[in-house]
């Protein structure tokens, strides 16, 4: 596409602001004694949670065991409001996902994310470099030269068959955790459903790391012909061809819930801190 | 001189006869034997039909609740209210928790019939205490199932966590926020509605 220089420009300033946000957020974050501590162990601290999850178990049964883990939800009232929508408008286009799972076979539906997310590889690949991992670097790579090369730009996975070869789920969320950024606060978006102020920063970065965004733009520049929209398009249909087993799982959680909106904060809060202190 | 080749042939007979007790503890082994058995439930044909669906679960509860320590879960579920509820109260709400916890483990594992459990390893937290490491494949996915386990009579299962959620925990920030307004028996009651 024409995507103009300045475009380029515009995406790779976002991006190195963005990574001196993670960096000025650490640095009003610490202390002296997390300043010489190791990334990993900063990321700990921060997330209240020891090395040994086990020990953090047994300590919850201590005397503020109530208020384990410290979910800080100051947007209850919005968040709530949003978890109801979200749960309407699932609910709503359920029978849509349920048709398309109908119509089209499992092996297209893991071919299209397959190739989605071989194409979205540049954010994997950043991060695991922003996160001074090479072994994960190195694999995304592989991965992606050789699923490019011999899968159909990424339609067969190939490289899930090497153990060394496994996917990954890399993203700015992380690489901030990583450097010591806390979630912030829980907050739940419209259509995307739950985050925290950490999460949705990265999600920006993971937009402008995003091959689409690159490629199309996310708006129209200055009456430039370009498919921008096509961003979006794309984005969606990669949602919606997920939607089928996402919908298994929420309908899951909400089964075994006694308090969904709850229910679902603890495991999005969980999920994430398990993946930074991996 | 022989006493030491005597002890050294018991050891190795032992090691031989029961090869497995070489490779993985004992909290592994129970854990082993009752996922295997639940999986063999879930695959045995004779089952496949609806109409003898109830008969395979009641017989699934039955295999579960030999490994899930009950007491234990509700302890930790509760937390610090675990006190504030009589004992009468203790036991309905063990009994009501158990049975909705059972419930989501059983459909979390039955969509997963027919795939292969690996047991990748056992590590002690303390005398009483270990954590067995477990991934199953669903969909070409591994799915990490970590159990927590603890010795009473026989080693149990206090807490599961898939894919690093403490099913625990995820129940403890619940509970507390319903006794935040209401009292032990409506929190029963709840339970004992889902399950």
Redesign the interface.
Known sequence: MNSPLLHRSILLLLLFSLLALATACNGKKSQAAKDFAPPSATAAANTGQTTDPALADDEALGEDAAAQPVVNDPLMGWNRFWFTFNDYFYTGIKPLALGYKYAVPEFARTGFKNIYDNFTFPIRFLNALLQLDLTKAAREFGRFMLNSSFGLCGFFDLAKSDPNLQPGDEDFGQTLGYYGMGEGFYIVWPFLGPSSARDTVGLVGDVAANPLTWMFGLWNYEGQDQLWYLSYVVSAGNRFNRLPDQIDNYEAMKKSAIEPYVSMRDFYIQYRRGRIAE | MIRDFTYAFVVFAALALFPSLALAGEPQQTLQGSVDKAITLLRDPSYKDAAAKPAMREKLIATIQTIFDAKELSR?AL???WDKFSADQQERFSKAFLT?LQ??YL??IEAYTDEKVNYLSEKL?AAD?A?VATTVSS??K?IPITY?MLKADGWKVY?V?I????L???Y???F???LMKETPDA?ID??TK?S
Do not use: F
């Open positions: 930790r937390a610090t209210n909705l419930n989501t459909d979390r937290l205490k954590e969909k070409g591994d927590r807490d966590i894919e690093g959620v403490s625990v925990q995820n403890r920030n619940q507390t926020q319903i929190l709840k339970l889902k």
